[in-house]
């Protein structure tokens, strides 16, 4: 995987927290994105305000790089997507700790699951917040 660029292994750390359970939906997938971001206090991500909430070129180029590469997994039932880390995509994180994240796994779990459980538009008010 040598045409990895860092922000496609900060998308995977990202969906391989919280034992790496899907999200659904893109904006929630673009909002979880953007919380950790604002969590390490970077704009590696370059988001910008739109339609649904925060959004990223570089995000969604990546995201689906990483589906492409069969290490991510995207799904869709209606007009409702679905995103997951790969089996292959879990190894790639377990192989690469040098890359790991300047915050802990179990607060970036938590910030997952805390996106996972509400709808965006809740989520987006704990960033307003």
């Given at each position: 995987?040598?045409d990895?660029?860092?922000?496609?292994?900060w998308?995977l750390?990202?969906?391989?927290a919280?034992?790496?359970?899907?999200?659904?939906?893109?904006?929630k997938?673009?909002?979880l994105i953007f919380?950790v971001?604002?969590?390490?206090?970077?704009d590696?991500f370059?988001?910008?305000?739109?339609?649904?909430?925060p959004?990223?070129?570089?995000?969604a180029?990546a995201?689906?790089?990483?589906?492409e590469?069969?290490l991510l997994?995207v799904?869709?039932?209606?007009?409702i997507y679905?995103?997951?880390?790969?089996?292959s995509?879990?190894e790639?994180?377990?192989?690469?700790h040098?890359?790991?994240?300047?915050?802990?796994?179990?607060?970036?779990s938590?910030?997952t699951k805390?996106?996972?459980e509400?709808?965006a538009?809740?989520t987006?008010?704990e960033i307003e917040?």
């Amino acid at each position: 995987m040598d045409d990895l660029e860092a922000i496609d292994y900060w998308i995977l750390h990202i969906f391989n927290a919280d034992e790496g359970k899907p999200i659904k939906g893109k904006s929630k997938a673009m909002i979880l994105i953007f919380m950790v971001g604002q969590e390490l206090k970077t704009d590696k991500f370059d988001f910008y305000p739109y339609v649904y909430g925060p959004y990223s070129t570089k995000c969604a180029k990546a995201l689906n790089k990483l589906k492409e590469k069969r290490l991510l997994k995207v799904g869709r039932v209606g007009n409702i997507y679905t995103f997951g880390i790969s089996k292959s995509g879990k190894e790639l994180v377990a192989a690469n700790h040098e890359f790991d994240l300047e915050l802990d796994y179990e607060h970036l779990s938590y910030i997952t699951k805390n996106s996972r459980e509400n709808s965006a538009n809740e989520t987006l008010k704990e960033i307003e917040k």
